[in-house]
């Protein structure tokens, strides 16, 4: 056991050591032809996720966009709720453009929350896309009309049940918006991924709940046509200055914070407040990205970069990508830099107030 | 509209690439589908949905080879078969188990489609119906079948059943995140284990090491002729069992969130429980065979209600399913909710692709098995390395780290000693399966229903006592009553003798300190994570009760008594080798895998196992090393996976396949 133990740690240094050496020798090349290659794709999760499903969208179409037309294949490194994964692609260098990262807000928030398990940094990384997504809060047709009758002092004494997968994961920008909100809601821990939490809902168990965009257009739309759901707000979307307006996928669902200003019991200012948009930020608008490993030069980048700018400037990318990735911005360059350093940077008072309340009302301590 | 040629042609395809994966143990439908994937985008739907409805129907078909030839269990769905398949294949009569495993397999599959076809269009407020009180009892009852395989020591099979609960509890908490006999510093505990890597342990690594030892073939008898029509005689003979465990593996399938892992375990328990003459059930009866191979096909179609009706997988290979059907065509296929309403169609071509590629399926398995079945006949020194590889690699899959090979070479140890002592392992493996829905199923259904009970004691009630719940729970209770009944008289293993005292008390000792650990454990869970700890507390208070009586029973029972079952006593005669020097083999592996990598290892262990264990020229091992090490390159290239590295791989760059 020991033994092991020694090895995987000397080996790791010796992986950094050997592999900088290659990647500088490399690093000369120019340009990135990666004809007859296989890119390797990791993600963090495991292939039931939302960012399976976003990897394997994007994946066929990197293989016709990038130079040499490699073969693209998605390999799946579940744990530690994603945290192993990012963990393992931490100790990768950069090596010959073959080896790619997709992360997603769950990486990200444990990073942010400081979570003892995290050995990664993502300044260390290269990002070539960043994707949006948003959120969409909906309720059982009975409590909605309550809510539309009577405002939100009508339900604020229903005992809501939520069916979550940690308050420490994405489920915390919900949680903290309706604790915002003065509702009562009872989070049930333990569910596999979002589907589960919409089918407790649609078993008439839970009595509020979330999905991303996309599964909302998927699984809850049809919901809404049947009249058993009804959605009641979105997180809203981030505009060019950084402030939250409506979502573009939703453009008639008020945003949480047009809800927040109405309720007596909530304000759009504060720690509190101030927190969950620090937190929206970086789960929300920047949710999944794609990384090259700390070491990539510049021209790998670039071709990263082109290829995925090439995907999105498809002629047919927004009618394929309706359905599955929803109207949101599909960032490339300068843009995707941008989302980055918004969605990996909280300010100090929202990490601790956040750590602070998911210990008070969670129990959850991070250490 | 699914008969025409290119459909069928693509099912085909799917149906035989299904085949070339599904024979080796562990891998099943989820590295093949992966490997479908890529070309799924823009494909013609229907051609699309052929190729991988054709890989996904066979697999739990073409996993029974292993688990009858080798008793290694080729898949999660057919582990039960494993209790009857394998004794069966020991008696020459391989050939006659396998046709009547794909006859049952054949009949499930399309029972299970023609009842889908009308059932599809009222699952969905059926299904919904089941909430999670109804899923507890419904994993309280997958569990009471420990009182049928429990052995011929009742409260032993309830030990191993609470092991394997609390071995399915190491990792991280599902409601509170809190860890159990694991830390941050242990990852890979973290995590906990999966099913592959302790089902193989748990039956594969066992026979592999007890068949060595006794280093002859798995069948001493030549294959009978002719067996295949026998197979289908017998099915036939038992043709109305095939449709009630059809109609469970169906059932079982449909609820979403239990998945197929104990279907199974549930059709073998009802077949048992049906049958008249119990006396020959684990050691080769046909029925026991016939029963989970009825349930496991129909499984599939009923895992189809799930996924495509919720867009909620009902398994691994589902998921991916789902992720492959997005691909298809313009994206126009929306798994879920909407697509009884929009893609009806495609939800038929769906069910009755299933259909038709399980008859194409069962024809390849039978005419194949009769050659296949040969195999038993094989010196079983020459056939273990080679299985040995395969289930590695097969472990190795789950994680892709090292750990996975000492976690199945740990866990197979402890298999090793359950079946030298006559501890039910189906009882652990029920245990370690439903470990997690147990719990979890627990935890949520006490904390609605005590939101339910705030609201009122009537609301409360109405949600714990729903109909449903009540009439599993009264067929929980008549299932226990009569399993415990009769469990003396079904050995799910087979009759062993008994020895001395001494070493299955070293092994009770060591077992009751393992859950007394896990105890310790659970109970420095703080507070706030409480519903962390009241699981594996509970459980392992009842494994520590049953483990006082039994220490109490060994205390004043004569050595002659079941408790004492040592099947190293029995054996003695037939082993030609000794336990450990059989395991040192393995270990070697193990270790020099950690030093140079899996390949290298490999290479060195096939070439030295076949020239001194079995004995043959340095020339024989020389060219069955580089058969075996040229085999699963190809299988990895072709998958697209790596193999382990070791310390040598950390200090030089090694290309594929030694990296």
């Known amino acids: ?367 | 509209m699914i008969l025409a040629p290119s459909v069928l042609g693509f099912l085909v395809l799917g149906v035989v690439m299904g085949l070339c994966v599904g024979v080796f143990p562990g891998l099943g439908g989820i590295a093949g589908l992966s490997l479908l994937l890529p070309f799924m985008f823009g494909m013609e739907p229907l051609l699309g949905l052929a190729l991988m409805v054709g890989m996904v129907a066979v697999v739990p078909t073409s996993d029974t080879f292993a688990s009858v030839l080798m008793g290694i269990p080729g898949s999660s769905a057919s582990q039960a078969t494993v209790l009857d398949g394998f004794p069966l294949a020991k008696k020459g009569q391989a050939a006659r188990a396998l046709s009547a495993a794909f006859s049952a397999s054949l009949f499930g599959g399309i029972l299970g489609a023609a009842f889908l076809t009308f059932f599809i269009l009222a699952a969905r407020p059926i299904v919904l119906l089941f909430q999670t009180p109804e899923l507890l009892m419904v994993t309280i009852f997958g569990l009471s079948m420990v009182g049928i395989l429990a052995g011929r020591v009742a409260i032993k099979g309830i030990v191993a059943a609470g092991l394997g609960l609390l071995v399915g509890t190491i990792g991280e908490g599902a409601s509170a995140g809190a860890l159990r006999m694991s830390t941050f510093d242990t990852p890979y505990l973290m995590d906990g284990f999966k099913l592959v890597i302790v089902g193989l342990a748990i039956f594969a690594v066992p026979e592999i090491v007890a068949l060595l030892r006794q280093d002859r073939a798995i069948s001493d008898r030549q294959a009978l002729g002719g067996g295949w029509l026998a197979g289908i005689k017998s099915w036939w003979q038992n043709k109305w069992l095939s449709v009630r465990c059809s109609l469970i593996g169906v059932a079982v399938g449909v609820i979403p969130g239990l998945g197929g892992s104990v279907v199974d375990w549930i059709a073998y328990g009802h077949t048992v429980q049906t049958s008249k003459d119990k006396s020959k059930f684990g050691s080769g009866d046909i029925r026991g065979v016939i029963g989970p191979e009825s349930s496991n096909n129909a499984k599939e179609g009923g895992g189809l209600v799930p996924t495509l009706l919720f867009g909620i997988p009902g398994s691994g290979s589902m998921a991916i399913f789902i992720s492959g059907v997005a691909l298809l065509g313009t994206g126009q296929i929306e798994v879920g909710p909407s697509m009884i309403n929009n893609n009806l169609n495609f939800t038929y071509a769906i069910v009755w692709l299933l259909a038709v590629a399980n008859v194409f399926g069962t024809l390849i398995c039978i005419l194949a098995s009769g050659g296949i079945a040969r195999l038993t006949n094989i010196r079983f020194a020459l056939l273990a390395p080679f299985l040995f590889m395969i289930i590695s690699f097969a472990a190795f899959q789950s994680r892709q780290s090292l750990w996975d090979l000492v976690a199945l070479f740990g866990i197979g140890f402890l298999g090793i000693m359950m079946r030298r002592f006559d501890w039910s392992r189906p009882a652990f493996l029920i245990g370690f399966v439903l470990a997690a829905p147990a719990e979890r199923y627990t935890n949520q259904a006490f904390q609605i229903a005590s939101s339910r009970f705030r609201q009122g004691m009537e609301q409360g009630l109405d949600y714990v006592f729903s109909p449903i719940v009540i009439v599993l729970i009264i067929v929980t209770i008549v299932s226990v009553f009569f399993g415990l009944r009769q469990a003396k008289n079904i050995q799910a293993e087979g009759n062993v003798n008994s020895g001395g005292k001494r070493a299955p008390l070293i092994f009770l000792l060591a077992v009751t300190a393992y859950i007394g650990l896990a105890y310790w454990n659970a109970s420095l869970i703080p507070d706030f994570a409480r519903m962390d700890r009241i699981f594996p507390i509970f459980v392992a208070t009842v494994s520590l009760v049953g483990c006082a009586i039994l220490l109490i029973q060994m205390r004043f029972k004569p050595e002659s008594h079941p408790l004492f079952a040592d099947r190293e006593i029995e054996e003695a005669e037939i082993n030609t080798y000794g336990l450990w020097s059989t395991l040192a083999w393995f270990a070697a592996l193990l270790i020099a895998t950690s030093l140079v990598g899996f390949i290298l290892a490999l290479a060195v262990f096939l070439l030295l196992f076949i020239r001194f264990r079995a004995q043959k020229s340095w020339a024989f091992a020389g060219i069955y090393t580089a058969a075996g090490i040229a085999f699963i390159c190809s299988m990895a290239a072709a998958l697209n996976r790596d193999f382990p590295p070791g310390l040598l791989q950390t200090l030089v760059e090694l290309p594929w396949p030694l990296t």
């Open chain 1, 1 to 367: 056991m020991r033994l092991t133990k020694h090895t995987i740690g000397a080996s790791s240094i010796a992986l950094a050591t050997g592999l900088v050496m290659a990647g500088v020798a490399q690093a000369d090349d120019n340009g990135l032809d990666l004809a007859g290659e296989t890119v390797e794709w990791i993600i963090p999760f495991s292939e039931t996720g939302g960012s399976a499903r976003w990897a394997n969208f994007y994946a066929p179409l990197l293989n016709e966009a990038l130079p040499g037309n490699p073969t693209v294949v998605v390999t799946f490194m579940p744990g530690a709720g994603s945290t192993r994964g990012a963990n393992h692609f931490q100790g990768l260098e950069y090596e010959d453009g073959t080896t790619i990262f997709g992360s997603s807000g769950s990486t990200q928030f444990p990073y942010l929350l400081d979570d003892p398990r995290v050995r990664y940094e993502y300044g260390d990384w290269n990002v070539v896309l960043a994707s949006g997504t948003g959120g969409v809060v909906y309720l059982p047709a009975d409590l909605a009309e309550e809510l539309a009758s009577g405002g939100i002092d009508a339900i604020a004494d229903e005992n809501f049940i939520y069916g979550s997968q940690g308050a420490t994961r994405l489920d915390l920008v919900p949680l903290l918006a309706w604790e915002l909100l003065g509702l009562n809601v009872e989070p049930v821990f333990g569910i596999e991924g979002r589907g589960d939490g919409r089918l407790m809902f649609e078993r008439g168990e839970a009595n509020i709940d979330y999905q991303t965009s996309s599964s909302f257009l998927s699984g809850v739309t049809p919901l809404v046509e049947a009249g058993t759901a009804v959605p009641w707000f979105t997180f809203g979307s981030l505009d060019d200055q950084g402030n939250i307006v409506r979502d573009p996928t939703f453009p008639d669902l008020p945003t949480f914070t047009e809800v927040c200003a109405a309720a007596a019991a909530c304000a759009t200012s504060g720690t509190a407040y101030d927190a969950w948009v620090a937190f929206f930020t970086a789960g929300f608008p920047a949710q999944k990205m794609v990384f090259l490993p700390a070491g990539a030069p510049q021209e790998a980048i670039d071709t990263y970069s082109a290829a995925f700018e090439a995907i999105t400037q498809r002629e047919d990318f927004e009618e394929i990508s309706l359905t599955r990735l929803g109207v949101y911005p599909q960032m490339t360059g300068a843009a995707a830099e941008a989302a980055l350093a918004t969605a990996t940077v909280v300010p100090d008072e929202a990490r601790t107030f956040v750590i602070d309340w998911l210990a008070d009302r969670y129990g959850v301590v991070l250490q």
